[in-house]
């Protein structure tokens, strides 16, 4: 393409169909908003059921959102997943990996109960939705995985060898699939974000330590807010990114950095 033809409009997902997963709850809210704001309908796959609430903050954006309420680490979800939403919304073009969980606790009390569902939600659904988009994208010659990371995926992350594990391998079958797909023009890549304002690090912004130890190993000196992912959001999952591939982008205030 020559650049006096390049236009704003490659950030555009007019016409594109994406499933994030957990789409309708904390991080994944703001990915399902941020697809919906830039022109996609939004397939959410979810254990969690919201009343509604997300639906309407993409409806608002004139988009369609469809919901499954299912356990996407069941035997057999992933491919119903990807299947129901080239059913209801006409075709898979984008897939967020966005479901996960997090459990704590030391080294000698860590446990193959605490070990196992980790690895089920954070990274083998993640790995068999893939496998089941690309299914998919690999026929219509086009796609886009973007799977969520984690700082942890350079870290060693105390308190939880499973999350720092699935996190670890979240990047490495980013890179296989990227190695493997990219010939079929399918873009595979993923978000590391840092330390955002969430529920689930609210107790951590609550105690004025824990929160100041966070904060000065931020030169942004601020915790993130879910918009700060959106822009990443919408540009891998876009026209824009479509020479990036096997990358991890991280959004973390340039805490990797210091």
């Not at 057999?76 to 606790?105: H, K, M």
């Not at 999350?163 to 023009?185: M, R, S």
Request: proline share 3%.
């Amino acid at each position: 393409m020559d650049i006096r033809d390049f236009s704003l409009e490659v950030f555009s997902l007019a016409g594109k169909n994406a499933v994030v997963t957990g789409g309708n709850s904390g991080l994944g809210q703001a990915f399902t908003l941020a697809l919906a704001k830039a022109g996609a309908d939004v397939f959410v796959p979810s254990v969690l059921d919201d009343g509604g609430a997300t639906r309407e903050l993409v409806e608002a954006e004139g988009r369609r959102m469809e919901f499954l309420r299912t356990d996407i680490t069941e035997d057999g979800a992933p491919r119903t997943v990807i299947e129901t939403c080239v059913s209801r919304l006409g075709s898979v073009d984008v897939l967020v990996n966005s479901a996960g969980i997090c459990r704590t606790a030391a080294v000698e009390d860590f446990v193959r109960d605490q070990w196992d569902p980790m690895l089920d939600v954070n990274l083998t659904a993640p790995f068999e939705l893939g496998r089941e988009a690309a299914r998919f994208m690999v026929e219509q010659r086009a796609g886009k995985i973007i799977n969520i990371a984690s700082l942890f995926s350079f870290l060693g992350g105390q308190w939880s060898p499973a999350y720092a594990a699935t996190k670890h391998g979240i990047v490495g079958f980013t890179k296989a699939y990227c190695d493997e797909l990219a010939q079929h023009n399918i873009q595979v890549n993923a978000i590391a974000p840092g330390y955002f304002a969430t529920a689930i690090t609210e107790r951590t912004r609550a105690d004025p330590h824990t929160s100041r130890r966070v904060l000065d190993h931020i030169p942004a000196a601020r915790w993130g807010e879910v918009a700060d992912l959106m822009g990443a959001t919408v540009f891998l999952a876009s026209a824009a990114s479509d020479y990036v591939n096997g990358h991890v982008l991280t959004v973390d205030g340039g805490y990797l950095t210091r």
